[in-house]
Nanobody, 114 residues
Framework: QVQIVESGGGLVQPGGSLRLSCVASGFTFSTYTMSWYRQAPGKERELVATISAGGRYYANSVKGRFSISRDNAKNTVYLQMNSLKPEDTAVYYC?????????WGQGTQVTVSS
């Protein structure tokens, strides 16, 4: 059974930084592409970044500010978010990519505000 637990969100001022963590279980973590999504109030969920053995992908809106990484020994994927903007405010979710049948975790709220 796939389980995902995201953490690390919070309230941060514009220009600040946060690091999100996602611990996964129920599958062979190292063999899957992992991803971060986000959903802002009133908007659809969007793909933010992915990481695999073949490389990393970033949405244009976060390129140069966010960095995705993983620790396969800990079944954990991270999202380092720098130079945060108010438009980065959203609930952030972690998931295998592109496994549409996987359940969504509870997410972690990121609020960027002065």
């Amino acid at each position: 059974q796939v389980q995902i637990v995201e953490s690390g969100g919070g309230l941060v001022q514009p220009g600040g930084s946060l690091r999100l963590s996602c611990v996964a279980s129920g599958f062979t973590f190292s063999t899957y592409t992992m991803s971060w999504y986000r959903q802002a109030p009133g908007k659809e969920r969007e793909l933010v970044a992915t990481i695999s053995a073949g490389g990393r992908y970033y949405a244009n809106s976060v390129k140069g500010r966010f960095s995705i990484s993983r620790d396969n020994a800990k079944n954990t994927v991270y999202l380092q978010m720098n130079s945060l903007k108010p438009e980065d405010t959203a609930v952030y979710y972690c998931r295998r990519y592109p496994i549409d049948s996987d359940p969504w975790g509870q997410g972690t709220q990121v609020t960027v505000s002065s």
